[in-house]
């Protein structure tokens, strides 16, 4: 059904959706909002189209709580490449150093890992939406340019290697508002001498919403815009009977 062939729709609330490998956070509330002919609509917190997972959608009233959403902790489920630099830290740029990796062993990868947890600062990379001088910075490496960039305070809660085979290496992460797995995997590869990249990245969580509840581009494409009010207003029962404190 295409947007002009709806009303528009009415209603507000929270929706949380699964982001699709290669989709722009902002693909997927535009995809929304023309299905369903949503005048306003907003997305908390944005995840790298080479990223997967939980985005949680504000639409309507709804929009003015997006800063409250943004600003809670992450977890994410993420693999690492050693011996491979990037311009973005990640699959999305362009390889800018290799070096052998063999020498590095799985103690070595969880020893250096392990440093990152607690408190720390964390210099954003260029490819990102930080702002400097109210400019993007992704705007800016557009233009081939680089500026220099403040270290920011992040925290790593938890960090848990789940399978480690050299130069690759599987984790999970619990962090604050504001970290960028892919600097982190940058980082780590640097403290090994090899260099490092992120190669997968999943949001699982953020705040009190998980991905396992989060509906996906397929299954939205089947809700009409009454199923749609529906959702909403069963998802905000839960949230007023604190279900997902």
Not at 205 to 233: C, H, N, P, W
Request: charged share 30%; with cysteine; net charge positive.
């Amino acid at each position: 059904m295409r947007r002009q062939d709806q009303p528009p729709f009415a209603g507000a609330g929270i929706l949380l959706m699964d982001k699709p490998l290669f989709w722009t956070s902002f693909d997927v509330v535009n995809f929304v909002r023309s299905r369903f002919n949503i005048r306003k609509a907003g997305h908390c917190g944005t995840l790298d189209p080479a990223a997967t997972g939980l985005l949680i959608l504000t639409l309507g009233k709804f929009t003015a709580f997006s800063d409250r959403f943004s600003g809670q902790d992450k977890c994410y489920e993420a693999e690492m490449l050693l011996g491979v630099e990037t311009d973005s830290g990640d699959l999305d740029g362009q390889v800018i150093s290799r070096a052998d990796a063999s020498h590095v062993t799985e103690r070595d990868i969880r020893a250096t890992l392990a440093g990152f947890v607690g408190d720390q600062m964390q210099t954003p990379p260029m490819v990102s939406a930080v702002k400097v001088d109210g400019r993007k910075l992704c705007d800016l490496a557009r233009k081939g340019r680089e500026v220099a960039r403040e270290p920011r305070p992040i925290h790593i809660y938890k960090l848990e290697v789940t399978c480690c085979t050299p130069p690759l290496c599987r984790f999970t992460l619990e962090c604050s508002k504001g970290t960028y797995v892919r600097t982190l995997c940058s980082d780590a590869g640097k403290k090994l001498g090899t260099g490092g990249m992120l190669t997968s990245l999943r949001r699982t969580r953020s705040g009190r919403f998980d991905v396992k509840d989060a509906l996906t581009v397929e299954e939205i494409k089947r809700f009409s815009q009454d199923d749609l009010e529906k959702y909403l207003t069963a998802f905000s029962a839960k949230l007023d009977q604190g279900e997902w404190q």
